[in-house]
């Protein structure tokens, strides 16, 4: 890839982790109440979910053609604490959307049927002329975002929406893949917390062999939002 073909990459540095979420909470406002068929991509992980609760106490109003998916899902019941779907709750019941605009990882179905379910209904967002204003991804401190961890999962995601996933740690997850990435109007990282230094670096300096580098590369833009303890 040629330096004209790299996406560009803002860094927005905020003095700490309470004006990064309030900041967060401010654009998951105006992402969620533009009118227009849209859509949000929330991301799991410890970072958002304060901005997610303090957003949902405020009673948001979202636009009613508003559609909410999820970067990625740990393979468990829908009710579990270690869903990001279940997680994020809070924030779905103040939103109140019809069941049909919200597209979560369906967990009940075998793995790859998930998976496939799950790619399916993206694909039908596109073809219904929904796009994604808003997405939001978190960093690991391994270097991989969403549920995108191995050069491996990257390259099985080719010609796909989304993709069954074994984790590192030997649970089994969900994640969108590159090209929904790649579609997304405005794509953030939200990365916070002083083990993510190494990993931000290596984002920041676009290196090729971060996993969550490779899955932003055919972005034409990439914002990252973070604190100063996450600062190399």
């Not at 040629?2 to 992402?31: H, N, V």
């Not at 958002?48 to 019941?77: E, H, I, K, N, T």
């Not at 779905?92 to 967990?107: G, H, I, K, N, W």
């Not at 790649?182 to 916070?192: K, P, T």
């Amino acid at each position: 890839m040629s330096a004209a073909e790299l996406p560009r990459m803002c860094t927005r540095r905020f003095d700490d982790r309470e004006a990064l979420l309030a900041a967060l909470g401010a654009q998951l406002t105006r992402a969620l109440e533009e009118t227009g068929p849209r859509a949000v991509m929330l991301s799991g992980g410890s970072t958002p979910m304060p901005a997610y609760r303090a957003l949902a106490a405020r009673a948001p109003r979202p636009a009613p053609d508003l559609f909410v998916f999820f970067s990625d899902d740990r393979y468990v019941p829908s009710t579990s604490e270690a869903s990001n779907y279940h997680q994020s709750r809070p924030l779905l019941d103040a939103l109140a959307l019809p069941a049909e605009q919200v597209l979560r990882v369906r967990t009940e179905l075998p793995l790859d049927e998930a998976a496939e379910d799950y790619a399916r209904r993206l694909a039908e967002l596109g073809t219904r002329g929904v796009r994604c204003g808003l997405g939001l991804l978190g960093l690991g401190a391994d270097g991989h975002t969403a549920s995108l961890f191995s050069a491996n999962d990257l390259a099985r995601a080719a010609g796909h929406r989304a993709l069954a996933v074994h984790r590192p740690d030997g649970r089994d997850a969900v994640s969108v893949s590159p090209a929904v990435l790649a579609e997304i109007a405005q794509l953030v990282f939200v990365v916070a917390g002083d083990d993510k230094r190494a990993a931000l670096a290596a984002l920041l300096a676009r290196d090729p062999k971060l996993t969550a580098y490779r899955a932003v590369a055919a972005c034409p833009a990439v914002e990252v939002w973070t604190e100063p303890t996450a600062l190399p």
